[in-house]
Nanobody
Framework: VQLQASGGGLVQAGDSLKLSCAASGRTFFGYVMGWFRQAPGKEREFVARIDFSGQTTSYADSVKGRFTISRDNAKNMGYLQMNSLKPDDTAVYYC???????????????WGQGTLVTVSS
């Protein structure tokens, strides 16, 4: 499976962005999708995950209530709607696919190249 993340950019604190993740190569359905991020000098961290059907989601505490993960299996697309962005959200954001509904990066098998989100204060 190949993943292509897009939608990042430079925004101001309080703004919104919607990231997209396009999957190709194999069927999207059947995989858990996760979003992770990595800020400069920090380890990659879990942001959100969604099960294969789109019915179950979970979020890191730092983004809960501000970010929404979703997917469209018919289009092989995943999304991360980010509202009320903060400077601490600045990072490279990665989408990933895995076979288990967990939040450890090591549990995900396929990764996109990342898209940079920069939030200015």
């Amino acid at each position: 499976v190949q993943l292509q993340a897009s939608g990042g950019g430079l925004v101001q604190a309080g703004d919104s962005l919607k990231l997209s993740c396009a999957a190709s190569g194999r069927t999207f359905f059947g995989y858990v999708m996760g979003w992770f991020r990595q800020a400069p000098g920090k380890e990659r961290e879990f942001v959100a995950r969604i099960d294969f059907s789109g019915q179950t989601t979970s979020y890191a505490d730092s983004v809960k209530g501000r970010f929404t993960i979703s997917r469209d299996n018919a289009k092989n697309m995943g999304y991360l709607q980010m509202n009320s962005l903060k400077p601490d959200d600045t990072a490279v954001y990665y989408c990933a696919l895995g076979q288990v509904f967990r939040f450890y990066a090591r549990d995900y098998d396929y990764w996109g190249q990342g898209t940079l989100v920069t939030v200015s204060s």
